[in-house]
């Protein structure tokens, strides 16, 4: 259901759709308009055709000696002459004449209707429509004429096969139709393409805001139509104003941490000039504000970039170097690592990254007895964005599963006999919430705890 509703709100779809159906619609009327002129005109030529034939026949028919009808009509078809062709002639006597004429393929009479069923018209003249001698639908033009100054009068009929000229009419429509389906597919195909070559600038402009979204691009490149150009012009100049605000803001950042270090220093050093209970509680409340001071600054630092330009850092290169770090500075731990062979890359600064892994890996070397391990994998990819987890265990203590939520708070401390400010593990969170992954806590395999910790990728 979710992709036909992607379908019906795609552009492409809907000029694709919306020009075929009046393409299809056209072409219907088109093909209907066509078929019924041609039917109109070559019902209009078979009635012309036999009227000529009717005065044809006529002209050559007269009365004889002994009042007999005579003549040799030659009405210029073949189709006369073969029988059962179902195009006749006859002259029947009506009055003052005697005798009767037909054509040669005439080979038995043609019931006509009486005049009260068909009336003749001012002119003498009727037509209907019959059954031949085949089977065929004959179509008949009929006159009563005068041949003499004796009033002696005769019947002419003149008879065309009416199937024949169905047939004709059916085998042009369905010619047409083939021709019009033919043209018509081409047609649409021909618009299809047009549309969909039209509207490749826009996917073009699509896939380079995505590339830029996931750190792959710094800006819109390429040659763009004239309608399209001003939107990547403008687009460029919004993502460079971005730009400048990030590093305004981080500047401003820098210099508010930079101008508030020397009041903090000053009142921790008169807090331990003046000791005691009030000296303590002053350098407390300077701590206090300085590592407030650093979370909200760096909140600060992340809401400014956040939704504007995404940076790239190389994961698997990060952990190594932080890995070998912290081993040295622990020696009597021993550290693990799981890392897959191919680079992945964090869409997001490198001071972030290594806050967070910093800070898991510190967590965990202060509470691990012998062991600590650190993996990092690549995850199912979900919808539109990629992701990878960063996981750190310990063979500590643990925290048990009520104690979890507390652990996440910042400044809770679960344990006062090791030293600590209970920032670590909030920081992690508020970084990973910034940049929209997950963290979870949960028991490892090595006993102690396992914190799971997962981020978005960016565009290889």
């Known amino acids: 259901m979710s992709s036909l509703r992607r379908r019906f709100n795609s552009l492409t779809f809907r000029v694709v759709a919306f020009s075929t159906l009046w393409a299809v619609v056209a072409l219907v009327v088109i093909s209907t308009v066509i078929s019924s002129l041609f039917r109109q005109v070559s019902e209009r030529g078979f009635e012309s055709l036999l009227t000529a034939h009717l005065f044809n026949l006529i002209s050559s028919v007269g009365v004889g000696d002994g009042g007999r009808l005579e003549g040799t009509p030659n009405l210029g078809d073949l189709r006369f002459t073969v029988p059962q062709s179902g195009w006749y002639w006859s002259v029947e006597p009506v009055s003052g004449v005697s005798g009767q004429l037909s054509s040669l393929s005439l080979t038995k009479p043609v019931p006509s209707p009486p005049s009260s069923q068909v009336p003749f018209s001012s002119e003498f003249q009727r037509s209907y429509v019959t059954n031949g001698l085949g089977g065929e639908t004959i179509e008949v033009f009929e006159s009563e004429f005068v041949l003499d100054g004796d009033n002696s009068i005769a019947r002419f009929r003149v008879m065309g096969n009416r199937t024949e000229l169905e047939a004709d009419i059916s085998d042009f429509e369905h010619r047409l139709y083939l021709y019009l389906t033919i043209f018509g597919a081409g047609m649409i195909a021909i618009n299809a393409l047009a549309i969909i070559v039209g509207l490749d600038p826009l996917r073009r402009v699509s896939r380079s805001l995505a590339e830029i979204r996931a750190g792959a691009a710094q800006r819109l490149d390429g040659n763009f139509p004239v309608e399209i150009a001003p939107l990547a012009n403008e687009t460029n100049e919004l993502i460079e104003s971005n730009r400048r605000i990030v590093e305004r803001s981080r500047t401003q950042v820098g210099n508010l941490a930079h101008s508030l270090k020397t009041p903090l220093a000053v009142l921790t050093n008169e807090a331990r000039a003046i000791g005691g209970a009030k000296g303590g509680l002053i350098a407390d409340q300077a701590a206090s504000m300085r590592q407030q001071v650093e979370h909200y600054l760096q909140r600060a630092r992340m809401a400014a970039q956040r939704d504007t330009i995404v940076f790239r850092t190389p994961v698997k290169a990060t952990l190594e170097r932080m890995v070998r770090v912290v081993g040295k500075l622990n020696p009597q731990t021993r550290l693990l690592t799981h890392f897959p062979q191919d680079e992945l890359v964090f869409a997001g600064e490198r001071e972030d990254l290594e806050e967070i892994v910093g800070n898991l890996l510190e967590n965990a070397m202060k509470w691990g007895r012998k062991t600590v391990s650190i993996g990092l994998e690549a995850t199912p990819e979900e919808g539109q964005h990629r992701s990878f987890s960063l996981i ?51 028991r490892s395999e090595l006993g102690g705890l396992k914190v799971s910790v997962v981020l978005r990728r960016a565009q290889e």
């Open 392 to 442: 750190v265990e310990d063979d500590g203590p643990g925290i048990p599963e009520e104690k979890t939520r507390d652990a996440l708070i910042r400044g809770r401390r679960l344990d006062e006999t090791k030293p600590g400010t209970g920032l670590g593990l909030a920081i992690v969170a508020d970084l990973v919430k910034e940049y929209g992954g997950s963290l979870q806590l949960s």
